[in-house]
């Protein structure tokens, strides 16, 4: 794969959850710190979630309570586990690998997956 491979967005009413998949070649994973962002129509694109090599995890204050990441490096594979969704949540959620050296840092952006949270 030559991007990163987002799965697992669909239609969620509130309250809701969805789970997230993020595969990358290489054993990105275990190289790479990964961030989730996520865009929404006509606005910005925002920084959700990030996860070090060590499995360290930071969160935005928007979403820290309601969603995790994680990871399995076995399968090259970061995950956002997204619980009790909110409307505000529906938008285009990209993963990419922080630029920390020059393997990660020359990874592209994946083509994002789409979360939309309504009833």
């Known amino acids: 794969q030559v991007q990163p491979v987002e799965s697992g967005g669909g239609l969620v009413q509130p309250g809701g959850s969805l789970r997230l998949s993020c595969t990358a070649p290489?054993?990105?994973?275990?190289?790479?710190?990964m961030h989730w962002y996520r865009q929404a129509a006509g606005k910005q694109r925002e920084w959700v979630s990030s996860i070090s090599i060590y499995g360290t995890e930071t969160y935005s204050d928007s979403v820290k309570g309601r969603f995790t990441v994680s990871k399995d490096n076995a399968k090259d594979t970061v995950y956002l586990q997204m619980n009790s969704l909110k409307p505000e949540d529906t938008a285009m959620y990209f993963c990419?690998?922080?630029?920390?050296?020059?393997?990660?840092?020359?990874?592209?952006w994946g083509q994002g997956t789409q979360v939309t949270v309504s009833s």
């Open positions: 290489r054993f990105t994973s275990s190289r790479c710190g």
């Open positions: 990419k690998a922080a630029p920390s050296g020059s393997w990660c840092s020359s990874l592209p």
